[in-house]
């Protein structure tokens, strides 16, 4: 198994940046291609972007494409989510997650095996 960690979220203008990270432990996270979702108050959970085991394919959603870069060292165990030009429509707890199957869709979130506890992240206007 391999546990998740998320961290860098919180309040930011609209405008702005910030940049998560999730932190793997339990198992090396060169095993896994990483995914990043976001959960807003009443709605689904959403696909935000994903990187392949190696960070040589990354994917992103349109409404991120961008503005978002994904990226991972796996050295460190760790998976970074950039997140630039910050909107209130960002607003959301991110979640990151792990995944060992190599086909099938990077966006779908039920092909994931492994998630973190999720950062709130708030951009005001």
């Known amino acids: 198994q391999v546990q998740l960690v998320e961290s860098g979220g919180g309040l930011v203008q609209a405008g702005g940046s910030l940049r998560l990270s999730c932190t793997a432990s339990?198992?090396?996270?060169?095993?896994?291609?990483m995914g990043w979702f976001r959960q807003a108050p009443g709605k689904e959970r959403e696909f935000i972007a994903a990187?392949?085991?190696?960070?040589?394919?990354?994917y992103y959603a349109d409404s991120v494409k961008g503005r978002f870069t994904v990226s991972r060292d796996n050295a460190r165990n760790t998976v970074y989510l950039q997140m630039n030009s910050l909107k209130p429509d960002d607003t959301a707890v991110y979640y990151c997650?792990?995944?060992?199957?190599?086909?099938?869709?990077?966006?779908?979130?039920?092909?994931?095996?492994?998630w973190g506890q999720g950062t709130q992240v708030t951009a005001s206007s």
């Open positions: 997650a792990a995944r060992r199957m190599n086909s099938g869709s990077y966006s779908n979130s039920h092909e994931y095996d492994y």
């Open positions: 339990g198992r090396t996270v060169s095993n896994y291609h």
């Open positions: 990187i392949s085991r190696f960070g040589g394919t990354t």
